[in-house]
């Protein structure tokens, strides 16, 4: 079976901090799809990135990074210089279909980011 | 494209009554899914659809729900009869065989 965990349910920082976000999946699938979300206040899920299970390349977004390990399962997200506006919680989620067709999310860590 | 539109926002009834939530895809998108997001069990994938086809309804609760999808641009969760423990936040989304997954905003519904 699949499983996402997010161990942080929430985290909070200062502005400008960096704020790594955790996210740890089980899977038994060779071939795999990592995504992560992002639901602001106003509630709607945004998507911020997707990695298949073959490439390891870490990968940076502006003041976005994520960090793809399949040694230790995990697949992690840095916020560098967190803004208010960075205030949300964040899913991973794990699919077995290329654009996720079969989502398994995480239970999400809700990030504050205080001014 | 004005994104996966989701309505009402919001659905206030009481116990027993029928509930329906309303999705429309976004256009050219061939994978049409039902989430519902509670804080005991987060985000749950109910049923998928694959080109107006159910293809995975095993996370539908119960019988009382239901979901259709006549055509490729409407969809439609059905609730009957609507309990308390149905009061949750439901997403649909959309994707296209070369598109991440959109979500709409959701329906937030409260059943009394």
């Known amino acids: ?115 | 494209d004005a994104g996966v539109i989701q309505s009402p926002r919001h659905e206030v009834t009481e116990m027993g009554q029928e509930v329906t939530l309303r999705c429309k895809p976004i256009s050219g998108h061939d994978y049409l899914f039902w989430y519902r997001q509670t804080m005991m069990r987060g985000l749950e994938l109910l049923i998928y659809f694959n080109n107006n086809v159910p293809i995975d309804d095993s996370g539908m609760p119960e019988d009382r729900f239901s979901a259709k999808m006549p055509n490729a641009s409407f969809s439609t969760l059905k609730i009957q009869p609507s309990e308390p423990r149905d009061s949750a936040v439901y997403f649909c989304a959309s994707t296209g065989s070369r598109t991440e997954a959109f979500f709409g905003q959701g329906t937030r519904l409260t059943v009394v």
Do not use: H, M
């Open chain 1, 1 to 115: 079976a699949q499983k996402v965990t997010q161990a942080q349910t929430e985290i909070s920082v200062v502005e400008k901090e960096d704020v790594t976000l955790d996210c740890v999946y089980e899977t038994r699938d060779t071939t795999y799809y990592l995504f992560w979300y992002k639901q602001p206040p106003s509630g709607e899920l945004v998507f911020l990135i997707r990695r298949n299970s073959f490439d390891e390349q870490n990968e940076i977004s502006g003041r976005y990074s994520w960090n793809f390990q399949k040694s230790t399962s995990s697949f992690n997200f840095t916020i560098t210089a967190s803004q208010v506006v960075d205030s949300a919680v964040y899913f991973c989620a794990l699919s077995s279909d290329n654009y996720g067709q079969n989502f398994v999310f995480g239970p999400g860590t809700r990030l504050s980011v205080l001014p």
